[in-house]
């Protein structure tokens, strides 16, 4: 192909469908920040235009480096005619089938994800769920992020009906459980000799979540700040706090705004993000001043961290005691468990795990949903 040739928007966006469909994560975003890269990069047989539309859509080493082969399919090859008539033709066949999209090239561009494979309908199958729910959240594409939010929050509701519905079974207090009284008295003729009983629904344990927010966490801290909202969101008590080298209570935050304007709201706090970890200077700070959320009997204590501290263990040892004599259950979830290599072996881990009732992963939602079982 000569440099001479021009090349018009319609042309891009069949390419990053090509792309797409070769196993390029490109959504929206990417194809229109393609169309800009496009405008001022010239023909593409030059090496700046390829240069351009591979910074504009590949996300990870894996798509750098498949990305010449998709370019040159489409662009360069003999074969490319029969690639780039194809992409055509099902252009063509998107613009009959949907009559808005003639009228405005950004109207094709947002039809296409709509209609093409990769797009929101194809998130909504079966197998993309489980991807989702078992995909580590340091390798998910920045387009995956609101699926797995919806589905996380959709498995949390569930989570939390489920547990407001279940009632403690005792056998000689509380009022007579019918069913299980009849079904037991099958076997005897239907006399209802022993009569079995239930108890008040217990109430919903206090949870109060320690998340770490510091750099070696940056890979997972922003979700896992989305499923503190969750929790929030569907169990009554819940308090939040962020940490990194101090300490930021978030709870009312979370409480009272929709996730976009509390993600807004978090990033402006100077909460020490991507910064230092002092996992026992911060737990000194919560037990003096917030220490009277943790005197009740039935709070579950929950630290979201990878166990890097920076800080002394010795003080990490003594605060996590201190802890622990207030609460029912101390909880400790770390994404780095979720890698068959790992060993708790650095000092905070270390001075840590003989105060932890619960050490599990928190690396994927599936592991996150197994938090169901010690609530």
């Known amino acids: ?78 074969g490319s005619g029969h690639a780039k008539r194809q992409a055509e033709r099902r252009s063509a066949r998107a613009t009959d089938h949907n009559p808005q999209s003639s009228g405005s090239l950004m109207s094709g561009v947002i039809g296409s994800e709509e209609s093409e494979p990769g797009g929101s309908q194809e998130i909504a199958g079966a197998s993309a769920r489980e991807r989702l729910r078992k995909a580590d959240f340091s390798t998910l594409r920045q387009d995956d992020l609101s699926a797995l939010e919806e589905i996380a929050l959709r498995l949390l509701r569930q989570m939390s009906l489920r547990l407001s519905r279940r009632r403690r079974i005792a056998n000689l207090r509380g009022r007579v459980d019918l069913r299980r009284t009849i079904r037991s008295s099958i076997s005897r003729g239907g006399e209802p000799i022993d009569l079995r009983y239930q108890d008040r629904r217990p109430r919903p344990p206090r949870l109060v979540i320690l998340l770490d927010i510091s750099g070696s966490m940056s890979a997972y801290s922003l979700f896992l700040v989305r499923f503190a909202y969750a929790l929030q969101k569907y169990f009554q008590r819940v308090d939040t706090f962020l940490f990194s080298t101090s300490l930021v209570d978030v709870t009312r935050i979370l409480h009272s705004r929709r996730l976009p304007a509390a993600l807004q709201a978090l990033s402006q706090i100077a909460a020490g993000w991507s910064g230092g970890t002092k996992i026992g200077g911060s737990l000194a700070e919560l037990n003096r001043l917030h220490g009277r959320k943790l005197h009740s009997g039935d709070t579950l204590f929950i630290i979201l961290s990878d166990g890097w501290d920076t800080g002394s263990p010795e003080l990490l040892a003594a605060e996590l005691a201190a802890v622990k004599r207030r609460v029912r259950k101390l909880i400790w979830l770390n994404p780095l468990l979720g890698l068959a290599e790992y060993r708790p072996l650095t000092q905070g881990m270390s001075a840590a795990l003989p105060h932890v009732d619960v050490f599990a992963a928190a690396h994927n939602l599936e592991s996150l949903l197994q938090l169901e079982r010690h609530l």
């Open 1 to 78: 192909m000569s440099e001479a040739v021009a090349i018009d928007a319609k042309s891009i966006v069949q390419f990053c469908r090509f792309a797409r469909e070769q196993g390029l994560s490109v959504g929206v975003q990417k194809t229109l920040l393609g169309l800009r890269a496009a405008a001022v990069l010239g023909a593409p047989a030059s090496e700046d235009f390829k240069s351009g539309l591979r910074t504009a859509l590949c996300s990870n080493q894996e798509e750098w480096e498949s990305f010449d082969g998709i370019f040159d399919a489409f662009w360069h090859e003999a």
